[in-house]
């Protein structure tokens, strides 16, 4: 049967609703103008790159032309900074899978059917997904907030990216990870909703691990893609979320009576921790903050 990829969240999917169209800006430059010579074609919406917009300030760098105070890529992508960028995004590792720490049976995967598109997991063996557990991670050029971002996609389906959104009030939890398609529901003005910072969990005692967090805090803080105990699917951990459960929620360590909120840990625990197969090379990510 035909396989579909997960559509995203309604999060993703109310925002792609909203979403500006670019051809006015490529009308408003001459169809001779054409400064790039890299590999990115003018209709490019996947992991190797996400062109024909950048964002509002951007920088005369590789021949950037300007239309009405923003960036316009005309076969080029779209860096983490918001300006173009004339070369693909850099493939730093293909074919792995992500199991999980502290269930390392369960992989993460993306579904070939689902509802909203929310990542899941699996104890299946690898060799019976037929290739929806494996991915692809993609440097961006450029930098955001003085830091490196990455696309983290589907081996699968090139097109379909990891990102944590909203739920909607879809499930109890606030945050969630979903797949998107950027063909589908490409944003030409923003990517800090489909972006990632992907790091080392070294510091947290696993050397060959990655923590997997939003480009950009909400409410001052990051949102880790992690499991937790009673669902297989992967949501997001966000510390002032943790907070408030932990006062209403029965049984929990800060609900009972003299206990303090500050045994809640601002980021999660080995359940918002992965372990690549094959493991990724000593150094190519940052390590966690």
Known sequence: GIEVAGSGGEAAKASAQGAGNSSSWHDAIPSSWNPFTGGATATDYNAKCYNSAGGPGCKQVAGLAKSAGRCVCDNGCMGADGNCYPDENKLLADKFTLKNAQWPAYSMYVQR????????TTSTSSAYNMGQDLFRLFELPGLHNGAKEYFLASSKWEDYVISLQNTGGTTFSLWGAYSRSLTKEHEPWNLKEV???VCSARKYGQPDGVMIGSAVPSGGSTVWAYIHSGSWLVYGYWYPEQLIQSKILPGS????????????????DEGGIWIPSPPFPNGLLPDCA
Do not use: H, Y
Not at 113 to 120: E, N, R, T, V
Not at 253 to 268: D, R
């Open 113 to 120: 059917m689902s509802a909203f598109g929310q990542m899941k």
């Open 195 to 197: 972006m990632l910072q």
């Open 253 to 268: 360590p800060t609900a009972k009576e003299g206990a303090t909120p500050l045994s809640i840990q601002s980021v999660p």
